[in-house]
């Protein structure tokens, strides 16, 4: 069967059967081809990198096109140029696990804010409707924490246990935890500087003090407690 064909096929009853995740079950609690989508395979090169939206998500993903294609890349077509999971063969799930797994991650209390300055506030505006961000947490709160990858937690889209990544970036040290993965990918101790892709860049550490209050904070800790404990990030909001 040709990908193309497997990728007609590809829908949320289909998933759960094909090679990658009957040895990897998903249970994150997104829908699992919204999960699915946020993977990123390429054999040739050797990487599985599970995209974090708003996590540095453009600049990763168009710095992998550049090594893998040797060419700049919008992000929205670099996306759509590597595997899924789901359509690896079962003779490369078998290989899985010798490529180099890797992930970036953010502070819960920036990429929270983010998600909401990008996805609600601007929505909000372009619409004249009266929104606030305490409001949203209290809807996350609620029941909708998993209702879009751009803010459901960080580890619940992870495709793989945390533990078999051979590497988890932050995105607070970007650039040389990137420089890190281009390294190894590339073979390399000499890389050229990582490029920023500001995509939807939303300002969001410069505004921290502006949204949130000791009852923000409380929630994003609450709704994020597996972020902070599993990434080590303090539950602190950054000064």
Known sequence: MSREFKKLLRNRLTLPITPFYRRYPYSGGLAIDSADARGCVDIQLGFFCNRIPK???????????????????????AKKLFMTPSLLYANEVEEFEQLFRFAFVRNPFTRTLSAYLDKIERRAIRQNKNTTFKKFLFELDAGKLHSNAHWAPQSDLFLIPAEQFDFIGRVESLQTDLSKVKKRLLN?????????????????TSKLALYYDDEATQLVR?????????????QDLPA
Do not use: C, W
């Open 188 to 204: 390399t101790h000499d890389v050229e500087p990582v490029k920023s892709f500001l995509g939807n860049a939303t300002n969001a």
């Open 55 to 77: 996590s540095a998500n453009s600049t990763i993903v168009t710095s992998l096109a550049q090594m893998r294609f040797n060419n700049n890349i919008p992000s929205k077509q």
């Open 222 to 234: 609450k709704l994020y407690r597996k972020d902070f404990e599993l990434f080590d990030y303090s």
